[in-house]
Structures are given as structure tokens and as C-alpha cells.
């Protein structure tokens, strides 16, 4: 095994060697992209808008190299004047006959560099990743495959990849540590391949992380986290240019802190779920029966433990708090008293809030991760969103457009997620919802901080130079609905949309709570339990100007036209006639 997988490797990186490879800039690495011509290489922010002084430094089998005019042997130290994102500087040389032409540009994102075969299955691959503060990065082996849903169909072009770094001796897991996040063997590099800012994912994660109460159980687990962290990263598949990507940690046992399952023993404790498509049951709403020995209930799918290690599964917690909401939806009184024995209710709370603040539509009651610290000692369920592409505006597709689902002054009716829906009739926790966004509203939902966080993250991509390759590369696509991409114009978009959005929230979905109506019959404006004709001398007073509380203008527009006028006059002489 040992032998065969170092061949694979050692192949790969044959395949694809050139003289680029071993170009270093002041202890970067020269990144040679095939797709432009170009040799990226990733340096501190700090160097950008100033002179950048380098050692430069390569191998024996390279000749006659000409940096911008400046002749260079290797160990010479040159300046790269006035760097700046986008910027190029000259490059040719030799490689015994073959003349090399080309360019070098810096960034100051993290590159990440994949040279595989890679598809629907794990296979062998090389993974290195050039951090602009790091030294010379070498090639790590790894576990590589394509990852998504709908994103992961046989017609797209930018894929997702989710990466499992290996040993190269033995093919046992070793873990990376990347960004100063966390150190592990499992990464993802997303590529918000139908988001036209390519950061909504990205930031609204690290939103969520922010301004998110933390897992119950974080007291006493101090490092628990129910979000994923991660970095915008510029990517390379096998020589090319692919794009903007966000490499983030995945959502998993090691994120959520839950307790591990005992293998000595047999017995389960902490768990982990995702809803992963639209069903009944994961609006945990008649839910379908569950099967015994298998991996996924009607759009739910076993995370933790892994379902392909251990056997047979255990649904138990996530099942018991699927059929409690169907019982507290029919029983007000249970639902106030034992809601709070099943989910985390303060993060419930703070992920209804999200969600409508970001209008994250595909995130109601799908894309959500399910975590039981322990199911030996508690059933509580805390929650995690997954996927945040479909957010701020952006449609669930670039070949379609559908105006109204968007609309930045749409209510909360779209919100179909139970159990928030229900506790949402509950008037104490209703007004601590409201009392908690609009302190939430005071800071990490106040309209320009949420404007420049975004605004922000775009500047980054842009004065790096990456949003102009990402533009240049994914232009016109097919995964785009062959639409222009223009980080610039979604940008100005997103702020107009989060400006109006946000104000409409605030009156119209986190507005102080009102006392159900009562059931009243048809035409009994005054509310006495009859209809005659002292309705209609109540119904006459209204459209005078004379005054009338809120349950009585209901019951006063007869007609349900949404106005009081002569019309529903009539509407009441006809009901008395009949």
C-alpha cells in the first residue's frame, strides 16, 4: 500500500512539473496557472501598495530568467515595484530549448493547489496550500472527491471538493491545522457555484458564528461550536485557474463538542444529524415511519456516528423530538412546558432571527445540522445552519427568476421550520424573540454593520486581484445561466436589498406581539353575538370617522377587501337578508 500510493503520487507530481513549481518569491511559492499564463503567489497583505523586496530563488534546469528586465540567477534579491492586486510582471526564461513566457502576479488570499483524477468517489490526490504568512508550502496527500446535492450534478463545472488529508506511509488520517483554525484531516473547499457575490456561504457563517448564543452545553465545553469557520481561498485544479473558494471547516462531531460514541461498550451518546432536503418529517410534521437499519429517515441522514463504522443506527433522540412537535402542535400547554426538554431554545430563537434577517431560503427547515451532546443523559437538540448560498436575495437558481420569493419586502410567511413556527404562538417566548432581535438589531444586524460585513469581504476579493480572475474565469458558464458575473454590481444589489429588507422586518415581522382575535361571526360588528340592523349603525359610525378598537375594524370590513367603506354595508344588508 505503502509503495503504491507514494507512486501515485510521485506521478502526479511529475505530470505536473515545470520549471514554475520550483520558483520561490521571498519563501513563497510560485504558483504556475496554465489558464492564464500566469505564476500566482501568495504574500502578506502588508506588501500591498509598497515596493515588495524578494529573494528569488529556483532550480538548475531553468535559464536566462528575466523578472520585468531584471535579469535574475537564483539567490538574487529583486524589487517588485508598487504591488498591487491584478498587477503582472514579466517573466521569460529558458528550460533547455523551450522558451517560457509569461507573468507574475501576487494576492495576498490563501492559493490552494489540487492535482487529481477526481469524481463522485474518494480518490488519491495532492493538496498543498501556499498561506501568504507561511513559508514554502509542499504538496500533503489526500483523500479527494466531489461533494453537494444539486450543485454536484453531471452538467456543472465549478465543483465542490471535500478533501481527507492521509499519511503518505501508511494512508492513516493526519491532521493539517490551516488559517489557525482548527488542526485536522477534514477539510471542504466550497465554490458557491450558483451565488453571483461568491461570499454569501462565507460570511453569513461567520454572521451567524458571531452573533449566535452558543450550545447549551458550551458552559461547561468552552470550545464547542455549532457553525463552521473557514477562509476565502483562490484554488487551482491540476495547473488551472478554478476560482474563489471558501475552505472551511466541516460541521461534525469535533465543531459540536458531543460526546463521543463508547466503542467498548456499544453505547451511543452524543449525535449528530442534517436535514438535507424538504420532506414532512424534517418539518417535523407527520413524519413517515422510520426504517429500521438504514442511514437516512426521509430527509434526514445520520452524521454521527458514522453510519459506514458503526451499526446498527441509532434514531432515537432526534425521532423522540420529531413526534413531540406533533404533539405539542395540538397542545398549547405542552408545548410551554417541555419544548425547552427538547431543543435549545435560545439558539432556536437566534437561528429564527437569522434566517429572516438574511431571507436564507433554503435554510427553513433543510440544510440544518441536529446535534444531541448526549443521549444517555439528555434528548435537548441544539442546531447549526449548513449552505447559506441562498440568501440576501439571491434565487435558489441562475436560470430562473422569481421576484416575489426575493422581494427584500417579503414577511416571514416563507418560515415553514416547526418547531420555531410554534413556539412563535407561545406570547413569552414571542416577546423574547422580539426583545432579542432588536438588541441583536443595536449591533451584528444593525443595517451598515451588515452592509459592510459584506461589503467588506467583496473589497477583499477585489484589491487582492481575485475578483477580477474569478470574473475572468466563470463569466458567461453555464453553471451561471451563461450570465455575466460582477462581484461589484451584486455587491451594490445586496446593499439595496439589505436596506430595504432590514426596516421592513423591523415593522412588520419583529413587531410587538397582538392578542389572537377571537372567532366572531360574520357581519357582527359590534360583537354582541348577533347580526341586525345595530351592526349596520355600528358599521355606519366606523365609515364616519367614529372610533373603533382593532378587533372591531377587523370584524367591520365585512366584505374582506381590506377596507371599510359603503361596500360593506352592503355586504351586511345581504347577510341580514339571508
Not at 471542504?188 to 451565488?195: H, P, S
Not at 413531540?324 to 408545548?335: E, I
Not at 435537548?380 to 421576484?403: C, E, F, K
Not at 450570465?483 to 422586518?505: C, F, G, N, Q
Request: proline share 4%; with cysteine.
Amino acid at each position: 500500500m505503502k509503495k503504491n500510493l507514494l507512486l501515485t503520487l510521485a506521478c502526479m507530481l511529475t505530470a505536473m512539473a515545470s520549471w514554475a513549481q520550483v520558483l520561490n518569491i521571498g519563501g513563497h511559492r510560485a504558483v504556475p496557472d496554465s489558464l492564464n499564463n500566469i505564476w500566482l503567489c501568495s504574500i502578506p497583505q502588508s506588501f500591498f501598495g509598497n515596493d515588495f523586496e524578494a529573494t528569488v530563488t529556483f532550480g538548475d534546469e531553468l535559464t536566462d530568467l528575466v523578472i520585468d528586465g531584471t535579469a535574475v540567477e537564483s539567490g538574487d534579491t529583486i524589487t517588485f515595484e508598487s504591488v498591487e492586486g491584478g498587477k503582472n510582471y514579466t517573466v521569460t526564461a529558458h528550460m533547455g530549448e523551450e522558451v517560457i513566457t509569461g507573468n507574475i502576479t501576487f494576492t495576498w488570499l490563501p492559493i490552494v493547489e489540487l492535482v487529481g483524477d477526481f469524481g463522485n468517489k474518494y480518490v488519491i490526490g495532492s493538496v498543498t496550500v501556499s498561506e501568504p504568512d507561511s513559508a514554502y508550502a509542499e504538496p500533503l496527500v489526500a483523500k479527494v472527491k466531489w461533494r453537494g446535492g444539486a450543485t454536484n450534478l453531471a452538467d456543472k463545472h465549478k465543483r465542490n471538493y471535500r478533501i481527507k488529508f492521509i499519511n503518505a506511509e501508511d494512508s492513516t488520517k493526519e491532521d493539517h491545522r490551516f488559517f489557525g483554525l482548527r488542526n485536522d484531516n477534514s477539510w471542504i473547499l466550497d465554490a458557491g457555484q450558483v451565488d453571483f457575490l461568491r461570499v454569501r456561504n462565507r460570511v453569513s457563517n461567520d454572521l451567524w458564528l458571531d452573533m449566535a448564543r452558543r450550545p447549551w452545553y458550551a458552559d461547561t465545553l468552552p470550545n464547542a461550536r455549532n457553525g463552521s469557520r473557514g477562509k476565502m481561498v483562490e484554488v487551482l485544479l491540476n495547473g488551472a485557474y478554478a476560482g474563489i473558494y471558501n475552505m472551511c471547516e466541516p460541521l461534525d462531531r469535533k465543531q459540536f463538542k458531543v460526546k463521543r460514541y463508547d466503542e467498548e461498550n456499544g453505547e451511543f451518546h452524543g449525535q449528530l444529524w442534517m436535514s438535507y432536503k424538504r420532506t414532512r418529517t424534517v418539518a417535523m410534521s407527520y413524519p413517515e415511519p422510520l426504517i429500521k437499519n438504514m442511514a437516512t429517515w426521509d430527509g434526514f441522514e445520520l452524521k454521527y456516528p458514522d453510519p459506514d463504522e458503526i451499526t446498527p443506527y441509532d434514531w432515537t433522540a432526534l425521532y423522540n423530538a420529531v413526534q413531540f412537535v406533533g404533539r405539542a402542535d395540538l397542545d398549547m400547554d405542552l408545548r410551554v412546558d417541555s419544548m425547552g426538554e427538547y431543543f435549545d431554545l435560545p439558539v432556536m430563537q437566534d437561528y429564527y432571527i437569522f434566517i429572516v434577517a438574511l431571507q436564507a431560503l433554503d435554510n427553513e427547515c433543510k440544510n440544518i445540522y441536529w446535534a444531541c451532546y448526549d443521549t444517555q443523559t439528555t434528548k435537548r437538540l441544539t442546531m447549526a445552519p449548513w449552505d447559506l448560498d441562498i440568501s440576501l436575495g439571491q434565487n435558489y437558481s441562475p436560470w430562473v427568476n422569481y421576484p416575489d420569493m426575493i422581494n427584500p419586502e417579503r414577511g416571514a410567511e416563507w418560515v415553514g421550520l416547526v418547531p420555531m413556527g410554534d413556539m412563535l404562538e407561545v406570547k413569552d417566548y414571542y416577546n423574547s424573540l422580539v426583545e432579542r432581535y432588536r438588541e441583536l438589531r443595536q449591533t451584528y444586524l444593525d443595517t451598515d454593520n451588515l452592509v459592510n460585513r459584506y461589503r467588506t469581504a467583496i473589497n477583499e476579493l477585489e484589491n487582492s486581484g481575485a475578483a477580477a480572475r474569478e470574473e475572468q474565469r466563470w463569466s458567461g458558464d453555464y453553471d451561471l445561466a451563461y450570465k455575466t458575473l460582477d462581484l461589484s454590481a451584486e455587491m451594490d444589489y445586496v446593499e439595496d436589498w439589505i436596506r430595504k429588507h432590514m426596516p421592513y422586518i423591523d415593522e412588520h415581522v419583529f413587531h410587538d406581539w397582538v392578542d389572537p382575535v377571537p372567532p366572531f361571526i360574520k357581519g357582527d360588528v359590534n360583537g354582541d353575538g348577533e347580526v341586525n340592523i345595530a351592526d349596520i349603525n355600528a358599521l355606519i359610525n366606523i365609515i364616519l370617522g367614529g372610533e373603533a378598537d382593532d378587533a372591531t375594524l377587523i370584524r367591520a370590513d365585512v366584505n374582506e377587501d381590506g377596507e371599510i367603506n359603503i361596500a360593506d354595508v352592503n355586504a351586511l344588508i345581504d347577510i341580514i337578508l339571508q
